[in-house]
T-cell receptor
Framework: TQLLEQSPQFLSIQEGENLTVYCNSS?????LQWYRQEPGEGPVLLVT?????EVKKLKRLTFQFGDARKDSSLHITAAQPGDTGLYLC?????????????FGGGTRLMVKP | DTAVSQTPKYLVTQMGNDKSIKCEQNLGHDTMYWYKQDSKKFLKIMFSYNNKELIINETVPNRFSPKSPDKAHLNLHINSLELGDSAVYFC?????????????FGSGTRLTVV
C-alpha cells in the first residue's frame, strides 16, 4: 500500500503571510496531484505534476514534485482568506497500481483577514 | 452545468436499512470511482469502474455493491447499514484509468446511520 503523509495537518495564518505544505512518501509515484476541498463540496483538482523535479505555478501557488517522485510541496505566497480550505495531495501508483489515486490525510488551512 | 452529480446530498437512515446513492457524469469520461471520506477527512478508494467494468475493488464489506448501467452512471447500494458506515461518500470520474489526468469529484453524499 502506498501511503502519503501531509504536514502540517493544521495551519492558521494571517492574510499576507507565506506558507508551505508538504506531502511525503517512501513510495515512488507516477504522478502527484494537489486538490483543494471546501466544506460541503468535493475536492477540486489544482495541478498535476508528473516529472521528477517539475515545478508548476498557478498564480500565487507554486507546486513542486521531488526529484525522486516521492514527495511534493505546495507553496502559497501572500495568502488570502479565499485560500482557506482543505488541501489534499494524491499520488498515482506505478505498475498494477497505475490506475489508483492514493490520497494524503490533508492540510487544513485557515487564513485570517 | 454540473459535471459529476450525486443524489442525495444528505441521507439519514436507521441501522439495518438498505440504501442507494446515485452518481452521473456528463463529461464523457470512461472511468468512475467511489471514495469514502471519514470524519478525519481521509479519502479512501472503494471501487473503480472503466466502461462499465469493475477494475478496482478495495477491501470493502460485501454489503457495498456498485452498479454501472452505462459509463456515465455509477451507483452504490449498501445493504444492512451499520453505524460505522456513517461518512461522506464521493463519486468521481476521469477520462481514463491512468491517474495523471486527475479526477472530477461530485459534491458528496453525507450518510448518517442512527
Amino acid at each position: 500500500t502506498q501511503l502519503l503523509e501531509q504536514s502540517p495537518q493544521f495551519l492558521s495564518i494571517q492574510e499576507g503571510e507565506n506558507l508551505t505544505v508538504y506531502c511525503n512518501s517512501s513510495s515512488v509515484f507516477s504522478s502527484l496531484q494537489w486538490y483543494r476541498q471546501e466544506p460541503g463540496e468535493g475536492p477540486v483538482l489544482l495541478v498535476t505534476v508528473v516529472t521528477g523535479g517539475e515545478v508548476k505555478k498557478l498564480k500565487r501557488l507554486t507546486f513542486q514534485f521531488g526529484d525522486a517522485r516521492k514527495d511534493s510541496s505546495l507553496h502559497i505566497t501572500a495568502a488570502q482568506p479565499g485560500d482557506t480550505g482543505l488541501y489534499l495531495c494524491a499520488g498515482g501508483g506505478l505498475g498494477n497500481a497505475g490506475n489508483m489515486l492514493t490520497f494524503g490525510g490533508g492540510t487544513r488551512l485557515m487564513v485570517k483577514p | 452545468d454540473t459535471a459529476v452529480s450525486q443524489t442525495p446530498k444528505y441521507l439519514v437512515t436507521q441501522m439495518g436499512n438498505d440504501k442507494s446513492i446515485k452518481c452521473e457524469q456528463n463529461l464523457g469520461h470512461d472511468t468512475m470511482y467511489w471514495y469514502k471520506q471519514d470524519s478525519k477527512k481521509f479519502l479512501k478508494i472503494m471501487f473503480s469502474y472503466n466502461n462499465k467494468e469493475l477494475i478496482i475493488n478495495e477491501t470493502v464489506p460485501n454489503r457495498f455493491s456498485p452498479k454501472s448501467p452505462d459509463k456515465a452512471h455509477l451507483n452504490l447500494h449498501i445493504n444492512s447499514l451499520e453505524l460505522g458506515d456513517s461518512a461522506v461518500y464521493f463519486c468521481a470520474s476521469s477520462p481514463e484509468t491512468q491517474t495523471q489526468y486527475g479526477y472530477t469529484f461530485g459534491s458528496g453524499t453525507r450518510l448518517t446511520v442512527v
